[in-house]
């Protein structure tokens, strides 16, 4: 009796249904100091607002052009990185005003400022500036002023104007590129994401 109840149970168990594996794969663990989107922590960061910008000089006028991606602004220390991030969502309805009108679903926003060099006055046209990434051209889809005076298109010396450059979403600021304003060009974003690069490893390295 012992013997057929054995088998009984055997025959049974051959005969059960085998479970399907799950097709609920675990998540892939953080590595320390990134957040689940990939980017690293904000706060952590060393670099200047200096190190991440692109400079442009030109007679009587510097340029300088800083990409707001969080990507890129996280890696400055946490008083910069909480000014720049602040700045972006001060201006998140005109931003997103532009998305709109233009049927963009994402930008590229730059910081850019305009710094007079020389006695007297110099004018500028904003719509001058290009950004050449991923093999493409782009000029600003729009700017939101920042400064009072930034409409006027002109400065005395000494004399910043600022503005938010919205660009298309296609540029891609993890990759080469380059900028260039009315007869300047600077290439060094290469380096730039040297350094960029660089100080990710290191929070992430304070992190663990």
């Known amino acids: 009796m ?4 054995l088998v009984v149970v055997a025959v049974c168990l051959a005969c059960a249904p085998i479970p399907a594996p799950s097709t609920q794969s675990a998540a892939a663990p953080v590595p320390p100091g990134t957040d689940t989107a990939g980017l690293v922590r904000a706060g952590l960061g060393s670099l200047r607002q200096e ?42 309805e005109a931003v997103s005003k532009v998305e709109r009108r233009t049927g963009q679903r994402a930008v590229s926003v730059w910081y850019v400022s305009f710094f007079g060099t020389e006695v007297g006055e110099v004018r500028f ?16 889809l729009d700017v939101v002023p920042l400064t009072p005076g930034f409409g006027a298109q002109r400065l005395r010396q000494r004399e910043t104007q600022s503005a938010l450059f919205i660009f298309d979403g296609q540029i891609d600021v993890n990759q080469p590129l380059s900028v260039q304003f009315e007869t300047a060009q600077n290439s060094d974003w290469p380096a730039v994401l040297a350094r960029v690069e660089r100080e990710r490893a290191l929070i992430r390295s304070r992190s663990r």
Do not use: C, K, W
Request: net charge neutral.
């Open 2 to 5: 012992a013997r057929l109840t």
């Open 51 to 92: 190190d991440v910008a692109l400079r442009l000089q030109l007679q009587g006028l510097e340029v300088r052009a800083l990409p707001l991606d969080e990507s890129i602004i996280r890696t400055l220390s946490p008083d910069s990185y909480r000014s720049l991030h602040e700045l972006v969502a001060s201006q998140r």
């Open 125 to 140: 046209s904003p719509m001058e500036m290009i950004v050449t990434s991923v093999g493409r051209d782009f000029r600003p």
